[in-house]
């Protein structure tokens, strides 16, 4: 167990909707990543937050936000969603704002978009 | 953008046997993470190497920052050891984290 949790763990929607994924970071942790893992791209950054503001911004589109909240959990809103947003969303924590810091990956969301 | 290769795309091994995946990257970096995804989707921090090399376990991890390579070595390997295993280089620059596609082991016993 890494410590960091995500909600839901599953979530099936239709094209067009909106959704939020949560993510709570390990206690102690004010960086929050936010990756994307399809059958056909792989791996993705799509955005990091650290202690309520945005640090580094990666492959997220337009139709993507996210938030870091002040108690340090972070959303990552999807809109307009489409059957190629189907994929796994991760969530990671760090301690620190640097790539050289151990991040903590939480179990993931599996979105369906049907 | 930082392309990075890794090697082999898939292993299949016997039990007991020296496993070695290899990582190159195209743009110089600081930092280089190691990741284990298993079959549940679940993705483990193995190593972050910034130089040198780093040992935990049966798990070795080497980096040669200057030519832009690393590896990852598993001594006496099992069957717990079949996963998926990600090379992401990175090092906190304004882009994050790139990952390569992954080698997909699978130690047979």
């Known amino acids: 167990d890494s410590g960091v949790t995500q909600t839901p763990k599953h979530l099936i929607t239709a094209t067009g909707q909106r959704v939020t994924l949560r993510c709570s970071p390990r206690?102690?942790?004010?960086?929050v990543y936010w990756y994307q893992q399809s059958l056909d791209q792989g791996l993705q950054f799509l955005i990091q937050?650290?202690?309520?503001?945005?640090?580094a911004k990666g492959n997220i589109l337009e139709r993507f936000s996210a938030q870091q909240f002040p108690d340090l959990h972070s959303e990552l809103n999807l809109s307009s969603l489409e059957l190629g947003d189907s994929a796994l969303y991760f969530c990671?924590?760090?301690?620190?704002?640097?790539?050289?810091?151990?991040?903590?990956f939480g179990p993931g969301t599996r979105l369906t978009v049907l | 953008k930082n392309e990075v290769e890794q090697s082999p795309q898939n292993l299949t091994a016997q039990e007991g046997e020296f496993i070695t995946i290899n990582c190159s990257y195209s743009?110089?970096?600081?930092?280089l993470h190691w990741l284990q995804q298993h079959p549940g989707g679940g993705i483990v921090s193995l190593f972050m190497?910034?130089?040198g090399k780093k040992k935990h376990g049966r798990l070795i991890a080497t980096i040669n920052i200057q030519e832009k390579h690393s590896s990852l070595h598993i001594t006496a390997s099992h069957p717990r050891d079949s996963a998926v295993y990600i090379c992401?280089?990175?090092?906190?620059?304004?882009?994050?984290?790139?990952f390569g596609k992954g080698t997909h082991l699978i130690i047979q016993p």
């Open positions: 992401a280089p990175g090092g906190g620059g304004a882009d994050g984290l790139t």
């Open positions: 190497l910034s130089s």
């Open positions: 743009v110089g970096i600081s930092a």
């Open positions: 206690s102690g942790d004010l960086s």
């Open positions: 990671a924590s760090s301690v620190g704002s640097r790539g050289t810091d151990t991040q903590y």
């Open positions: 937050y650290y202690n309520g503001e945005e640090r």
